[in-house]
T-cell receptor, first 113, second 115 residues
Framework: AQSVTQLDSQVPVFEEAPVELRCNYS??????LFWYVQYPNQGLQLLLK??????LVKGINGFEAEFNKSQTSFHLRKPSVHISDTAEYFCAAVETGANNLFFGTGTRLTVIP | NAGVMQNPRHLVRRRGQEARLRCSPMKGHSHVYWYRQLPEEGLKFMVY????????ESGMPKERFSAEFPKEGPSILRIQQVVRGDSAAYFC?????????????FGSGTRLTVV
């Protein structure tokens, strides 16, 4: 069965510091992987996605993620965070050929001035 | 090109009433997905529709919930006889037929509160 695990429910970090939000998935078949950001009372905005090819994926707002097949991970990173990055971040996966995304429970990133 | 439009943004219903949530997909997108986000949780898949067809409703509760995507007009998620546990944010996503695995665009959601 497919599942997505986000290991940290909350991550506080000081402004301009680096951050890594962790995501692991489990699936018996190949998957596509996504990171979404949700600002308070808003919908989900796609940050980046991994479909195939290079394992390092660059997204919007300076974020990047690395697909690691052996560790079944897709961690999200940013070298220097801003106050405006404070939001909820969701990792998601869909098995190739399937219809629906499986979401992790989210990581609340709080950037401290 | 407008994004995925959901309305209303906020909906308050008393227990036992009906809730109707509407979703207009992006232009050119013929596939619609509904997800539910309970407080402090991630999104859970509910149903996947194409025009006039329900493709996958494996995430829909067996009773009181229904969805449609008619030939004309928006997709509708209907919840009959709402209960407090139905309070959640309901998100709609759409994709074009050639990118059903990875071309999702989400709407801003409808936040349903049952009082």
């Amino acid at each position: 069965a497919q599942s997505v695990t986000q290991l940290d429910s909350q991550v506080p970090v000081f402004e301009e510091a680096p951050v890594e939000l962790r995501c692991n998935y489990s699936s018996s078949v190949s998957v596509y992987l996504f990171w979404y950001v949700q600002y308070p009372n808003q919908g989900l905005q796609l940050l980046l996605k991994y479909l195939s090819g290079s394992t390092l994926v660059k997204g919007i707002n300076g974020f990047e993620a690395e697909f690691n097949k052996s560790q079944t991970s897709f961690h999200l990173r940013k070298p220097s965070v801003h106050i405006s990055d404070t939001a909820e971040y969701f990792c998601a996966a869909v098995e190739t050929g399937a219809n629906n995304l499986f979401f992790g429970t989210g990581t609340r990133l709080t950037v401290i001035p | 090109n407008a994004g995925v439009m959901q309305n209303p943004r906020h909906l308050v219903r008393r227990r036992g009433q009906e809730a109707r949530l509407r979703c207009s997909p992006m232009k050119g997108h013929s596939h619609v997905y509904w997800y539910r986000q309970l407080p402090e949780e991630g999104l859970k898949f509910m149903v996947y529709l194409q025009k006039e067809n329900i493709i996958d409703e494996s995430g829909m509760p067996k009773e009181r919930f229904s969805a449609e995507f008619p030939k004309e007009g928006p997709s509708i998620l209907r919840i009959q006889q709402v209960v407090r546990g139905d309070s959640a944010a309901y998100f709609c996503a759409s994709s074009p037929p050639t990118e059903i695995n990875y071309g999702y665009t989400f709407g801003s959601g409808t936040r349903l509160t049952v009082v």
